[in-house]
């Protein structure tokens, strides 16, 4: 499997934590034809694809095609594992900003360019985490204790400081009879 460069790196990590997996906008500096390809080279490898632009909903584009239509870029499931991000996990923290920017958009118009990148990668036991609290069940402690061998502190603590607060995503608790209190992703 091809190794991605460390431009190609960035714009697919940048991707995972954008709505929809969007590739754009570039790296600052990478114009013309560098970026031309740049970008030729992913879409050959399948790491991005061309799609239609909504430009109705302001999605930047890439190239335009003719009588008001444009084109943009996407990551694909394979540029995300290709950077060892799964993309079930991208998808989650993306939807999660998205929401999230626009309740500190309508709050704070000032602030809605200042939010993070976080790349999360495949196979660690956040990404396990984050795997189980999408889950239509959901997942107790317990269960995340288990899965991680961390232990029930560690789990309580990485939901409320690293998924609520640094990624931004939301989480549900409820008290579910026979299982105790059940974590969800919401």
């Known amino acids: 499997m091809t190794t991605p460069s460390d431009t190609q790196s ?12 969007l590739a754009l906008p570039l790296p600052e500096g990478l114009v013309g034809a560098a ?6 080279k992913m879409i050959a490898r399948g790491w991005l ?16 095609t003719g009588d008001g239509h444009g084109t943009t870029l996407i990551a694909t499931e ?7 991000i799964e993309p079930v996990v991208a998808s989650a923290v993306a939807s999660a900003r998205k929401a999230k920017s626009k309740h500190e958009v309508e709050r704070n118009p ?8 976080v790349a999360i990668r495949g196979g660690t036991k956040q990404a396990q985490i984050i795997a189980m609290l999408q889950r239509p069940e959901g997942a107790t402690v317990a269960e995340m204790v288990e899965a991680t061998s961390w232990q029930s502190h560690t789990v309580r603590g990485s939901i409320s400081g690293v998924l609520k607060k640094k990624l931004g995503l939301l989480i549900i608790a409820e008290k579910v009879e026979g299982r105790g209190t059940v974590y969800r992703m919401g």
Request: hydrophobic fraction near 40%; proline fraction near 4%.
């Open 10 to 21: 960035l714009i697919l990590s940048r991707a995972a934590t954008r709505p929809g997996n």
């Open 110 to 117: 000032d602030d809605a360019d200042t939010a993070k990148h």
């Open 78 to 84: 394979a540029g995300l594992e290709a950077i060892g």
């Open 49 to 64: 694809e061309e799609v239609e632009a909504n430009l109705r909903r302001g999605e930047p584009m890439w190239r335009e």
């Open 35 to 40: 970026a031309n390809m740049v970008v030729g």
